[in-house]
């Protein structure tokens, strides 16, 4: 496992469980789920469908809190059960980034307006804001893509611009759902190699929900969950 950035915690959840409905509907989705990933570290979450693992993420994501445990982030208290620590709305948009299935990409925005507008978002002024973007997408290698609209890129293109726009606030964690299930094998473990690449040299701890086993030597842990419970941890070989 590279720690290389050092032993500062980008992430750690306590105990996390999540349960929908009551008495006979009752259904535990995710049960006493805990773990911690390092700042550099990238992770992978395996299991079949409806084991748990979108919960978990969503979860770490601040979208749909737990029923009961704590979430740290960045080693400060962010949710203890279901009540909020912080403001989630603004915490996401400064910490955390996100990635899935589909890039999402804004059909009307060109690729580097996609990148830009989440910078804006957090009060960039738009000069910077568009150096920054343009910086991130030739970082991950689509820069003569830039004033391309979306469907003018390919699916491993719009991923890239997707990665970009997900780190254009320097998050912290960047959590991943799937994000290679619409791709080809060969850019598929382009995508999830540029994860390992942000982060050792961003800093970033990575998170990624996988159906995808032909990349598993990217992470440095793998994690399989099943009936809403994490099992144990399999160290990766990546470089």
């Known amino acids: 496992m590279n720690h290389s950035t ?7 959840v306590c105990n996390l469980t999540k349960i929908y409905g009551s008495g006979n509907t009752e259904v535990v989705a995710m049960k006493d789920v805990s773990f911690d990933v390092a700042k550099g570290e990238v992770m992978a979450l395996l299991g079949p469908s409806g084991a748990g693992k979108s919960t978990l993420l969503t979860a770490i994501g ?3 809190p737990p029923t009961s445990g704590r979430i740290f982030i960045g080693g400060q208290p962010v949710m203890d059960s279901d009540r909020a620590l912080v403001n989630l709305a603004a915490f996401r948009r400064k910490h955390l980034g996100f990635v899935f299935q589909k890039a999402n990409l804004i059909a009307f925005l ?5 990148v830009q507008i989440a910078l804006e978002i957090n009060d960039v002024a738009p000069r910077a804001a568009r150096k920054r973007a343009m910086e991130l997408l030739d970082y991950l290698g689509v820069a003569d893509r830039a004033k391309n609209l979306p469907d003018a890129l390919s699916g491993g293109q719009q991923q890239r611009v997707a990665v970009a726009r997900a780190l254009a606030n320097q998050p912290s964690l960047i959590l991943a759902d799937e994000p290679t299930a619409a791709l080809d094998s060969g850019r598929g473990r382009q995508v999830m190699e540029l994860f390992r690449k942000v982060a ?11 159906h995808d086993h032909r990349s598993l030597d990217v992470f440095d842990r ?3 969950m099943e009936d809403g419970r994490l099992g144990a941890a399999s160290i990766g070989h990546s470089a």
């Open 110 to 114: 060109s690729a580097v307006q996609n």
């Open 222 to 224: 793998t994690y399989e």
């Open 6 to 12: 050092g032993d500062i915690r980008a992430v750690e």
């Open 200 to 210: 050792r040299e961003r800093g970033s701890a990575v998170i990624v929900v996988t």
């Open 62 to 64: 601040l979208i749909n």
